[in-house]
C-alpha cells in the first residue's frame, strides 16, 4: 500500500496508510440508524477533517482523540475540501511503530522553520541589547520560559497556529522590527524588547497540549495583555535600579501594540517604538495568513477561495 | 462689598468679593495692543472662568495659577455661560484672611456628601465581607491608599470629576451593587470587591493636585485598568493561599469593568458579578453627569442646553 | 421503559418515553431515497431537536407540528449538541394519556417562577403607586391585557423567550427599579411605569401560540415600541385629567427604553428615570441570557462554549 | 442713504439700511470693560450674524430678540463669512415703516416658491387619490392642521429650515414620489400617504415662532415619528372600515422613513412604497441642503467652502 | 410525463421532465459508502439545487457542469427550500431535443424583458443627447461593447444577476434619472451619461459565460470602479475638444456612485447629478433584490422568510 | 535689532525682524472700530499665525497674501500657542533685501532632506530594478514628472505637508519598503514599483504653489487613487509587450494602498506586495505625523498636548 503524503499536498487522488495525531474525535449518529465519525487529523505540514463511514462499530474503540494514530484511507472532496475518509484506524504502538518511520515530531502540526534555528536567532539578538536593564528582563523572561517558548503557537486559530508559532513570530517580527527601528531612528533595544514582550501572555493566555491550543481560565478571564504586563511588572519589580521611565516604555509597548482599543489594546501606541511595533505586528500576522491560504490553496487558479476572516479572496499569481 | 454667592449659583446679577482656587491663569495679547488675563476658579460647588480685562499690568503679578485667592468681580454672560469679570485679585493670605472667613476647603470643588461619612460607609462594608481571601485583600488596599481614597476624584473630567469623587463614587456603586448582587443571587463578596477595586488604578493614572487632576506617565502610558490589575496582582500574591479561581474572578472583574472593548477593556464580561459591575458603573457615571448638567444648567427651561459627550439635551422638569 | 427526564437534564445516557410538544415538523428527502423527519421538542424545562430516522412513512402521518405528542427515544451527541433521535411517536390523546401523567403546562416552555406568583407580586406592586394618574394608567393596560401578560414570552428568542417571560421580566425589573429608583432619588413611580409598559407593544408585535412565538404583521411593520406608545396614548387619552408633562415622561420612557437610536429606540434617554430604565431592561436581559447559557450548557467545563449572540464563552466556575 | 441688498446677495460692498428680523440677542463684555451686542438678522431670502461694537450702551434698549427691527450697517468680513456691522438699530414702529415699505413676510425667511401655489398642489394631489380610505386620512390630516402646514419648516436646521419649508419638501416629494411609484409599479396612493405623513410629527416636535424653530417637550421626549404615528393611529380610529393591513402599510411608510434604525427609524423599510418614500426624502433633503450651500457660498471659485454636515466640498461649476 | 414548470414555479408538487443549465456539479461521498451529486440547474425564469441520490454511478458521466441537460425528477423540501432530486440526467443533444423544444434561451437565466426592447430603447435615449461630446462619448463606449451589454448581468449574484441584467438594469436608471433630473433641474445629458458608464468597468471585472458571471483578475485586482474611470479617459483621449471641465464632472459620477468611501467610491457625491445617480443606482439595485425575493418566495405567508443581505423579512402583502 | 529665529523654534521670548512668506491674510472688523489683520507666516522650519494689532491701516497695503514679507514683531502666546505680533511688515524687494540675506528658498516651509539628495536616491532605486517594464514604467513616469516630483507635499495637511514632501516620503517608504520585501520574500521590483506610483496622482489632485497645497477640479471630483491609475494605465499602454498580469499587479498596488475601503481604496489588498505597501504607507505617514508633533510641541512636558487627528497625546520622553 502507498504511503499517503503530506497533508498540505494531500488531493483527491491519494490513497495509503500514514501515521498521524487525531486531536479531534466525535461520533455521531448516522440517518440509516448505524453511527459515523468525524475526526480531524494533523500532521508537521498541515489538518484535515477525516470520516469514518463504515465499519464504525469496530473502528471507533481503536483510539482516541488526543492520541497518535496510523491510519488508512483516500481523500475525497466535501464542499470543495479534500477531506480523508478512513477504511482503518488505530492508535500507534510507538514501539512496533517507530520501526515503520513512525515521529512524534512528524505528526504534529509545526512552524515550517526549525526550532532550534530561530531559537539560537533569538538568542543572538538577546546579546546585542546595549541597555543593561533591557538585557536583564528580556532574559530573565525569555529563560523562565524557555520550554514553552520552543514549543507554543502564537494564536490558537488566527496566525502561525501551530508548534513553535509562537518562536517564529517573534523570530521575524525581530528581524523586521530591527530593520525599521534603524531606519526610522527608533531605540533599537525598545522595539526588540517590545517584540518579545508584546504577546508574553499568551503563554499564560492558552494551553497547549497535544497539537491543539486552548484558551485557560486566566486567558478568559484576564486576556494575554494584562497578563502580559502582570508577568512584566514582576519581572521587573525583582530587577534592582530599573528606572521607572523605562518600565513605563516597556509596559507601553506591550498595552498597546493591539493598536486601538477596539482591537483590545487599553492604550493606544503614543511613543515611536509602540507606532513600529503595531505595524509590524500586524504585518507579520497579515502575511502569515495570507500565505497560509494561498499555500493551502489546492485550486489551480490565480486567487484563493473566498477567505473569510480578511473578508477577500488572495492573489496568488499565475 | 457684597460676597459673591457659591460659583454653583452664580447669576449675571451678582457682584462681590469671596475665596477661590485659581486652577488656571492665562495672559494673552489684547487686539488693542494691552494684555488680558483668562483663569479658572473654583470652590467646593462649582467652578468658573475669570477674566481681568482691566488694570491687567498691575493685578497679573499679584496671584499664580494653583494659587488660593480673593476677587472682586461681577458676573457677566459670555456664549450664554455666566462668567466672573474681575476688578481686583490678589493672592490670599491665610493667617489675615481666616479672619474673614478663606478655608482652604470651601475653595476647592468637592464632593457633596462629607468624605467621612463616605469614608465610613466603605469601612463597614468591608467589616461585612464573608471571604476572608477578599476582606483580607480589600483591606490591604483601601488601609494602604487611605489618603488618596479620601481625595481622589473618579475621572479626570467626565463624572464625579472634583474632590472625593473617587470615594463618592465607589461609595454609590457599593450600596447598588449590594442591592443587584442580592436580586440577582449574584456573590455578594465579588461584586463588593470589583466595585471597591475596579478603577483602583486610577490612584496612579490621575495625580491629583491643587483641586485639579492630571494624567500621570504611567497613566498615559498603561491606563488605569492594567495599572490596577498590576497593583492587585501584587497584592494578591502577598496574601498566602489566595486561591487562583478566586483572583481570576477578581482580575476579571477589574479587567472587564469598561463593558466592551471599544472603551477599553481588554476582555468583556464573562460572569454575573461582571455584568452587574459594568453595569453599576455605567449607570453611576451616567447619572452624575445627568446631575451636574442638570445642577449646572442656569436657565429656568424644562430642558438643559446640548450635553456635548453625551449627545444630547436633558430634561429637567418644571 | 424508563420515563425520560426534563429536557433541560438530557443527556446521551437517557432513553425512555416522554410527552412533549412539538413546535416544529419537517420532511426532508434522505440520500438513500427514503425520507427523514427533524423536530422541536419542548417540555417546561427547555427543547431540543428531535429525528426519526428509521419507520418514516409509518410514523410521519400520526402527528403535526403544534401538537402535543408522546415519544420513545434516546439520546444522541450531533456537533456537540445532545439530540433525541426518536423510534416511536403520537399525537397526545388526552383522554387516555392524562391518566399516565400527561398536562399540558408541562410540555410547554414556561419561565421557572410560577405565574400566579408573578402576578400577585405585580398587584402588589401597582397598588403601591401614589400618583393617581399613573396608578390609573397602569391598572388599566394591566387589567386589559391580563390574559396575554400571564401567557407571553419577553421575545422571539433573545432573551425570556418562554411563556411567562414577559411577566418576569417585568417582576424581575420592578423589583430592581424600585431599588434604583430609590438610591439614586428618582421617581418610584415613574421607573415602575416605565418597567410595566415599556414592552406592552410585544402583545402586538408578538403572536404567541402553540409554545412559539411569531411576528405579527403589525410587530413587522411598526415595531413594539411604536405599538406600545400608541396603545399608551390611547389609554391615556381615555384618562381625564392626565397632565401632558406626565405624558411625556411617560412615553419617553417607552420611546427611549432601547437606550440607543442603533438598537431601535427613535429617542435616547433624557431623564434619570429613563437612564434607569434602559439600564435595568439590558442587564435583565442580558442576565437572563447568561443564566440561560451557563444552564443549559452539558459540559463539565469551566466555561460555557461558544455564545454567538454575546460573543464570547462565559463563567460558570467550578 | 442706500438700502442694504437681500441678506442672500450681501457682500463687504455693501452698506446701507434695511428692515429685518431679530432672532436672537446677546450682550457680551467688551474686554476693554464696555460691552458689544451680537445678533441673528434675517430676511426671507437669508440670515447672517450683525454685531454692534459701538454706541451700544445706547442702542441695546432699542429693541429685543424676536422683533422686526430697522438697522444701518455695513458688511463686514469676520472668519471667512460676511457679516453686518450695525451703526444704529431700532424696533420696527410698523405704522410708520411700512410707508417705507416694511412687510413683515419679507423680513422671515422663507421658502423660494410661493405657498399659495404649494398649497394648491398639494390639494390637487389629495383630490387624485383612489383610495377612499387613504384620501378621507390625508384630507382630514392636512384640513385638521392647514395653518401649520402652510408655515412650518422641515426642520429646525438641516434642510428646508425656513417658512414654507415643510409644504416645500413634501410637495417636491409628492412629485418625484408619483413618477419613481409609476416606474416601479408601486402603489401610487401609499406613496403619496407616506409622503404627506411621513414628517407630520414634526408640526408636534418643533414649535416655529418669529422665524425661528425649537424643540417642544414632546418633540424632545417622543421624537417626530412616533408623534407622527400616534396622530395617524388616532385618525385612523376616527374613519371607520378602515382596514388594519391598509392601515399597517401607512404606519409601516412613517415608521421606517428613516431608512435604517441608527437614523431613528425603529423599523426598516419592508415594502416597495417604504423604499421608495425613504430614498425620495433623503435625496429631497440632500439636494436642497446642497443647493443651499451652492447658492450661499460668497466666492468665486469651482467649489463650495468645507461643508460640515456633508463632509465635503461641493461642487457649483464654472 | 408531464414537462416540470419553469423553476421559478416549481413546486413539491411536481414531477416530470424537462431541459435546464447545469451551471454547477459536485460528487461527494455518501455516509453509505456510495456517491451522491448536487448540481445547480437553471432556466430562463430562476434557478435551483438539485441532487443525485440513486444510480449516481451510471448518471454521473452523462454530463458536465457548464452543460445544457435533460432530466427527470421531481420537487423536495429540503430546509425550507424547494430542490429537483433527479432520477434522470443527460447532457442536451442539440440536434434531436430541439425537436423537443429545446431552446438553449430559454435554459439561461434572464432578464424577464426582451433584450432587444431595452436595446432599443437606449439608443432611443442616445439620441436624445445634446451635448455633443457626451453623445459621441456614449455612442462609442455603446457601440464598442454592444455585444456585451446585450448580454451581461448587472452584478455576480445580488442584483439583476442574470442574462441581461446589466442593461435592464441601466433602462431602468435611464428612465428614473430622467424624471429625476427634470424634477431636480439638473443636467439631463451628464445624468444619462452617469447611468449608462457608471456600471461599465463591470464588462472587464465579470467574466459571463455559460450563465453564469465571475470576477476576472482584473476584477479582482482593480474593481469596475477604477476600470470605468480607465476605459472612460481613454475614449474621452480619443474625442477632440472634449472639455477638462466636462470630463472631470463625467468621471466624477463613475467614480462617487456608490456614494460613500465605504461602498467603494474613492470620492462621494459632489453635484447634483451625482447624488441623483448614487440615489437611483441604490434605489433601482435594492427594488429588484426585493421584487426578487417576493417573487422567489414560495410560502403563502404575508412576508418572505430572512432575507439574509438585507437583514429582514420584506411585505409581500396579502 | 535682533534676527528673528526660525519658526520652528519661536518662542515668546523672542523678538526682532526677519523674512518669511505670507501664505494667508485676512482683515477682521475689531470691536473698537478699527481693523486688525491675521497672517499666515512660514519659513522652512515651520509656520505660525502672526496679527497686526495696531497700526493696520497703513500696514495693511503694504503686502498681500502669496508674498514674500519682511516683518518684525514679538512672539505672543494665545491659547497656547506662540503667535507673531507684528509692529511692522511689507512685501519683500528682492534686489535690495538679498543683500540683508533674503533667499526664498529659505521662506518656503520643506523637508528637513536637502531635494538634491532624495533625488539621487530614488535615482539610484530605478536604476536598480530589474524587470525591463517595470524600470521603463517607472522611468518613463518619474521623467515625465520631474519638476513636481521635486517640489510637491505629501499630502495637503496631514503629513509630509510641506516642499519636497512628496519625495521625502517616497524616499523612506523606498527603503523600508526594500527591507520588508527582502525579509519577506516578496518581489521587490514590485513594492519599488507601488512606492513610486502609489501617491502619483497627487501631482493631479494637488495644486502647489506658493508654498501651499489646495485641491484640485480634478482632485475633489477624482481623486489621487483614480487619477493615478488612469496617468499608470496610459503610460503602460504606450510600453509595447508590458504583460497583462503585470499591469494588473502594478494597478493593484495603487488601487488598494489606503488598505481597506472606508480609508477610500475601491479595493483592498490581495497580493503579498500590496499588504506591504499599504502597511509601509501607513506607517511612513503615522510617524512622520508624530515625530512632527513632537518636534512642534513647546512645552517642557514629558508628553505632547491633545492630537486632534490622532486623538491622543503623544510621548516626547524626558
Known sequence: MNHLPRLAHLTTEDAGWGFFLCTYKELRAGRSGSEFAILNLQDASGQTTAKILADVDRLKGEFEGGEFVRVEGRGSLYNGQVQLVLSAIRRVNPDQDRLQGFREDDCILSSPRPIDEMWEELQSRLRSVKNDHLRILLNRVVTDHADQLKLWPAAQTIHHAYRGGFLEHIAKMAEVGALLAKSYDADQDLVLTGVVLHDIGKLQELAYEGGAGSYTRDGNMVGHIALGLMLVRETINGISGFPVELRAQVEHLIASHHGT????????????????????????????QVRRAINDDPSPDEFTGWHKRLGRVLYKGL
Open 261 to 288: 482599543r477596539e482591537y483590545g489594546s487599553p492604550v493606544e501606541p503614543k511613543s515611536i517604538e509602540a507606532f513600529i511595533l503595531a505595524s509590524v505586528d500586524e504585518l507579520d500576522a497579515k502575511i502569515n
